[in-house]
């Protein structure tokens, strides 16, 4: 197209559905992005657009142009991620992501980094989600469970993942400790919400103790230490976090069967680029001062 502002406006069209959503998301006025949707069909001899009252409808052709403009926006993104990572300077912006569980080990790692380089700015994303470092969305992350295995990324084993079950010393004063296995089911627990889940610790809970016995369910592993902290019931944490919290109490040792592998990746057009090894390498020093 010789006119890309009018491809881009009428892809966010297509995305949003409205002239006023594509308009504020591009900045301009809704007039602008009618005369390009004009523009732009006239050129074409094609309609991408059904008008009616709650809004734009893609025609066939518009949903052609979605797609096309879908993979021109990814690639646009994908370069961008490229040239952050470029250069010999330790600056601009780091993003790094992770589980919400590892951020008492990563945030004061990752403060330490930036004031050892202070023109770099950090940019930590916590959550489930798996960010796309093909599409520049991070320069790090580190992941739990199975070795990834998307293309295109630089798969590197990180630290151990170990866990035991605790409690707060609150819950312990009103219910005592855990004696044991057959103990389980004299006792009151903390679990993720998701049934699914295939974290090995999860799943054995689950098959070891009736589910009645969990009554305290948790979407997101940071509530569930809020509660297992607050006294809900007995849970899993890392012993990482839980040498952080000392009015936690081990209710029951590490097991191998709980244990997973955190995983250190990065895409292989900013893996060797001096930002992203100065990091790497300093987590991996920085990681042997972690509890094991």
């Not at 330790?90 to 004031?115: D, I, K």
């Not at 998701?194 to 098959?207: K, M, Q, S, V």
């Not at 899993?236 to 936690?248: G, K, M, N, R, Y």
Request: aromatic share 8%; hydrophobic share 40%; glycine share 8%.
């Amino acid at each position: 197209m010789e006119n890309w502002d009018e491809v881009r406006t009428a892809y966010q069209v297509v995305r949003l559905g409205t002239v006023s959503g594509a308009a504020e998301v591009l900045g301009v006025h809704h007039a602008t992005v009618i005369r390009h949707i004009d523009a732009i069909e006239a050129r074409l001899g094609v309609k991408l657009f059904q008008r009616h009252a709650r809004g734009y409808t893609p025609t066939e052709a518009g949903l052609d142009l979605l797609r096309v403009a879908q993979a021109t926006d990814d690639q646009f993104s994908q370069l961008v991620g490229r040239l952050k990572g470029q250069g010999d300077e330790v600056s601009g912006e780091l993003v790094v992501t992770s589980l919400s569980s590892m951020a008492p080990m990563l945030a004061p790692a990752l403060t330490e980094f930036q004031q050892m380089h202070p023109d770099l700015v950090i940019r930590y994303l916590t959550g489930d989600r798996l960010f796309r470092l093909e599409y520049g969305e991070a320069h790090v992350a580190l992941r739990a469970g199975a070795a990834p295995e998307q293309p295109d990324n630089v798969v590197q084993p990180f630290v151990g993942q170990r866990l035991a079950l605790y409690a707060s010393e609150d819950y312990v004063a009103r219910h005592g400790m855990l004696k044991g296995q057959d103990d389980m089911v004299n006792h009151r627990f903390v679990a993720s919400d998701n049934e699914n889940t295939r974290a090995p610790f999860e799943r054995w809970l689950r098959a070891t103790i009736p589910a009645e016995n969990i009554v305290f369910r948790c979407s997101d592993a940071v509530a569930g230490h809020k509660a297992i902290r607050a006294g809900a019931g007995i849970g899993f944490i890392s012993l990482w976090e839980a040498a952080s919290c000392p009015d936690l109490v081990m209710m029951m040792d590490p097991r191998d069967e709980w244990s997973g592998k955190i995983w250190l990746v990065t895409h292989v057009d900013l893996h060797r680029t001096n930002k992203v090894q100065s990091f790497v390498r300093f987590l991996k020093e920085h990681a042997k001062t972690w509890p094991q």
